[in-house]
C-alpha cells in the first residue's frame, strides 16, 4: 500500500524539517547557541539542520526536542509544498 510519503522528495521534506525548527527555535526566542545549549547538539549542525542540508537520526531528533521543550510530533507539524 502506497501512502502520500512515497511521493514526497527527501530533499523536500529536509527542507520543511528545517524551516519547522527554525521556526519553533525563534519563536522561543532561542538563538543557535542557546539551542545548543539545551540539547546535545553543535550550533553549526542546528544550523546545517534547519538550511534542510543535515539528514538526522532519530536521537538527533530527540535532542531537538529536549532543547525546544515540544513533544516530538510537533517538530513534524508542517505541511510539504510539492
Not at 40 to 45: G, K, L
Request: aromatic share 4%; glycine share 4%.
Amino acid at each position: 500500500m502506497h501512502t502520500i510519503m512515497t511521493d514526497i522528495d527527501r530533499t523536500k521534506f529536509l527542507e520543511c524539517l528545517g524551516n519547522q525548527t527554525q521556526r519553533l527555535r525563534k519563536e522561543r526566542g532561542l538563538s543557535l547557541r542557546q539551542l545548543a545549549q539545551l540539547c546535545d547538539i553543535d550550533y553549526s549542525d542546528i544550523s546545517k539542520i534547519e538550511k534542510g542540508q543535515r539528514n538526522i537520526q532519530i536521537s538527533t531528533l530527540l535532542e531537538l526536542t529536549k532543547g525546544l521543550d515540544i513533544h516530538p510530533k510537533d517538530l513534524f507539524d508542517f505541511d510539504i509544498e510539492n
